[in-house]
């Protein structure tokens, strides 16, 4: 049975503060201190802080300690960014930290409850110029909330999916440095020569008007375009804006398969390769290179791009200007490496590609299983989805993820009691199956006690395993 509840009846709303900066004691020491850009991303857990301070600046400032397990959520500016704490941090006065309150609430649900009322919050959003969360905002929620049991049970279904997330990503980022370590070794070995950038693009380009050519909007134009934020918030190209362009700006600038994108205002300097064509264009926020490969093999040039002499290089534009800096194509161009021949870039290559589709197969997973999580997530917090049937204890195991319903549910509100491909939410499952089949059987019998693959006859899954790895 649901109750309701004001958030503010919920948790302990807790403000934050800065020490003084002009107090050199009050900083740079082991207490993680967290602003918004340290959590804009779409993680579950906030895990480092850019900037630390000391016990002393603790001491001496408004800002507090929050605890491992709490909440922390942006409440000026850019609103309504939410993360758990992986561990103890303080943090300034732009965020609240939420602490859920015993017997009512447990953080871990309260993140998602969050999650799932983020653009009630934005709307209710008070500031004529700044968009700002305040205690009255949470004041004025109405939330359901129900039992300690349900909400644990929803809390592990969820968390089981970022948890999943979060291992693909802590995968990419090994890879990502194996494929580094492994190219800056070859180039220290088997450099032949020196060139620079504009020796090896047949061209080089910034991209659309971000306001007459590309403007993004709020509907499904079936373009997207990529932005400086999208690159500095690592966004993937399925989070990216879509924009309203005529067929020419399309043309001109479509985004295709290994043409390299490099920001060249505000964030400078970050990059990416394009693995295929897209449906995206790019705003003149960024430089687009089209590698000209009888030179060199276009990533090996993102890898060149990755390394600390080209981050070092493009630095240089920082410290040369206290305005808002901003990167000519020219000087872009200019930046000179080693290159190899082209025997041991195929030599090479052999290795780093087969590091890099992994990579991307890795990344398209964890699309999926945002995509399955946020499809859940409604459907649980309403009650849609019936869970009391659920034997979820062994989730707890750190060896194996084991799924098992007692029997049938006697209700099945979220699929219907006969298999419908046609039914809205089962649809959206389906689409997923040719690439993303184990996910689908395993969430569709937690819920339904129905057993997809043995030809659509209802019966009992007594179990369900996938090995954690």
Known sequence: MMKTYFLSDIMDIIGGGTPKTSIAEYWSGDI??????????????VKKT??????LGLENSSTVLLQTGDLI???RGTVGELAMLAYPMAFNQSCYGLRAKSGIVTNNFLYYLLKHN???LKNNTHGSVFDTITRDTFDNIQVSLPSITIQNKISVILSALDDKIELNQRQNNNLEQQAQALYVNNIELYKERNIKVEDIVITA???????????????DTGVKCVRVGDMSNKRSYSDWGYAKVTDDVFSQYQLKKDDIIVTRTASLGLNTIISKNLDAVYNNGLIRLTINKDVIVPL??????QTD???????KIEGETSVRPNMKINYLLQYSFAVMNKEKQKELINVLEPLWNKQEQLIEENTRLAAIRDALLPKLMSGEIDVSNVDISALTSTDKLSFRCRSPPKKISFFPDKFNPNSGICDFFIRQIVTFFPYFCTFYALFTGYNFISKHSLCCVNQIERIRT
């Open 205 to 219: 380009n910034t991209g659309a008007d971000a306001i007459q050519k590309a403007p993004i909007v709020d509907y």
């Open 50 to 55: 850019e900037k630390c301070i000391s016990k």
């Open 309 to 315: 002499d080209f981050k070092n290089y493009i630095s």
């Open 118 to 120: 983020l653009r009630i």
């Open 32 to 45: 993680p201190w967290l602003s918004v850009k340290d959590f804009n991303t779409d993680d579950k857990y």
């Open 73 to 75: 959520i942006s409440a």
């Open 300 to 305: 090996l040039v993102y890898r060149q791009f």
